[in-house]
């Protein structure tokens, strides 16, 4: 019984390159959540998306990211032309979509995202 | 959702019960308590969560005090592969939406 699975595990990028980060979430959650951690701090919401809508994008920086959770396939959480800042370890969480309403997050293990 | 409160720091040997408080006095009646982990390198690992009784998983146990305002975390016996950072977090329902918002947490690190 796979968990929230993230690929690249480690990611390299130089300035100005785009990052995409995947996530599959577990079997039979259709919610989506986008957390970053910078080096020595807390974690951050980002973005919450259903497949095919973002619900809540409150969290995600207004320029150069953008994610999406097609009807298809992974969710993908998308940084164009990367800086030095975007350096962090990014984290997707599932939930499902019915079941009870406190259910907890599944977490996968992250992609570290390193831009030199 | 509820501001918590939560020492930065703790210790714990080995063997021995890790008691982790959270104080969360603007709690309202519909909120739950939950408590996560992420052990160094790793996303966050969920343990437990409660609303107004006593919670025990094979994890740990949730001791809510009666009037709500707080909580303890008990790991029962301790281990080295439980040092990590502890989020105490309390959020209502919101119909399905589950964004958790995370503070700094508390750092335990069990001794050997």
């Known amino acids: 019984n796979a968990g929230v699975m993230q690929n690249p595990r480690h990611l390299v990028r130089r300035r100005g390159q785009e990052a995409r980060l995947r996530c599959s979430p577990m079997k039979g959650h259709s919610h989506v959540y986008w957390y970053r951690q910078l080096p020595e701090e807390g974690l951050k919401f980002m973005v919450y998306l259903q497949k095919e809508n973002i619900i809540d994008e409150s969290g995600m920086p207004k320029e150069r990211f953008s994610a999406e959770f097609p009807k298809e396939g992974p969710s993908i959480l998308r940084i164009q032309q990367v800086v030095r800042g975007d350096s962090a370890a990014y984290f997707c969480?599932?939930?499902?979509?019915?079941?009870?309403?406190?259910?907890?997050?599944?977490f996968g293990n992250g992609t570290r995202l390193t831009v030199t | 959702d509820a501001k918590t409160t939560q020492p930065t720091s703790m210790d714990c040997a080995e063997g021995r019960a890790a008691n982790l408080p959270c104080n969360h006095s603007?709690?309202?009646?519909?909120?739950?308590v939950y408590w996560y982990r992420q052990i160094h390198s790793q996303g966050p690992q969920y343990i437990i969560h409660?609303?107004?009784n006593n919670e025990t998983n094979e994890m740990a146990s949730l001791i809510i005090t009666e009037d709500r305002k707080s909580s303890t975390l008990i790991l029962p016996h301790a281990t080295l592969r439980d040092t990590a950072v502890y989020y105490c977090i309390v959020r209502k329902d919101s119909g399905g939406y589950q964004k958790v918002t995370f503070g700094i947490g508390t750092k335990l690190q069990v001794i050997p």
């Open positions: 409660g609303l107004k």
């Open positions: 603007t709690i309202s009646g519909n909120e739950y």
């Open positions: 969480a599932s939930s499902p979509r019915s079941g009870p309403y406190n259910s907890p997050l599944h």
